[in-house]
């Protein structure tokens, strides 16, 4: 199994920047993506950004494309999401979760993080 515990949310003016971490523990040899998924208030989960942990490459919703970056730090076991340019359409909780080796799905997830964008 793994832990995930994010941190770095917080509150924001519109146009500001944010940086999100998330630190996992446990069966972190085992990790094949790690994931920022958020869900706004009465909206579903979706995806916002993933990366591969062996070979670093990313996918982004489009919605973020070009103002969030989804980095990652193998040696702390680390992912971290860089947002900016933020829009108070990005408020939500901002989940990490971590995805296995021929896993469909994303197996591990942490409690949450609120970001809250103000216009």
């Known amino acids: 199994q793994v832990q995930l515990v994010e941190s770095g949310g917080g509150l924001v003016q519109a146009g500001g920047s944010l940086r999100l971490s998330c630190a996992a523990s446990g069966r972190t040899d085992r990790i094949y993506a790690m994931g920022w998924f958020r869900q706004a208030p009465g909206k579903e989960r979706e995806f916002v950004t993933t990366?591969?942990?062996?070979?670093?490459?990313?996918v982004y919703a489009d919605s973020v494309k070009g103002r969030f970056t989804i980095s990652r730090d193998n040696a702390k076991n680390t992912v971290y999401l860089q947002m900016s340019s933020l829009k108070p359409e990005d408020t939500a909780v901002y989940y990490c979760?971590?995805?296995?080796?021929?896993?469909?799905?994303?197996?591990?997830w942490g409690q949450g993080t609120q970001v809250t964008v103000s216009s």
């Open positions: 979760a971590v995805r296995y080796p021929f896993r469909p799905n994303y197996d591990y």
């Open positions: 990366i591969s942990w062996s070979s670093g490459s990313t």
